[in-house]
């Protein structure tokens, strides 16, 4: 078993950054990908930003250019470094790992921004 856990969002104005963290605790020795999903209010979950199997990178294609996406690979830590925030940036954040069986997700936790 994989336990996930998020931390880092918060309230922020309009262009402002935030970073998110992401540790995972367990049985991390087989985890082989992590990454970033996103859920607004009344919208489907969507992926933000991801490392894949084969450490490859993955981004949402709106949002390339302002969130980056980090990582110990050894710790498994990941991070997300969101700058010039938008309003439609505002949702639950998701920390998620995978070991090519199972797909482990943290609570998430909310960013909210404001214009």
């Known amino acids: 078993q994989v336990q996930l856990v998020e931390s880092g969002g918060g309230l922020v104005q309009a262009g402002g950054s935030l970073r998110l963290s992401c540790a995972a605790s367990?049985?991390?020795?087989?985890?082989?990908?992590m990454g970033w999903y996103r859920q607004a209010p009344g919208k489907q979950r969507e992926l933000v930003a991801s490392?894949?199997?084969?450490?490859?990178?993955n981004y949402a294609d709106s949002l390339k250019g302002r969130f980056t996406i980090t990582r110990d690979n050894v710790k498994k830590l990941v991070f997300l470094q969101m700058n010039s925030l938008k309003p439609e940036d505002t949702a639950v954040y998701y920390c998620?790992?995978?070991?090519?069986?199972?797909?482990?997700w943290g609570q998430g936790t909310q960013v909210t921004v404001s214009s």
């Open positions: 998620e790992a995978s070991d090519g069986m199972c797909d482990y």
């Open positions: 367990g049985s991390i020795a087989a985890i082989n990908a």
């Open positions: 490392f894949t199997r084969d450490d490859n990178t």
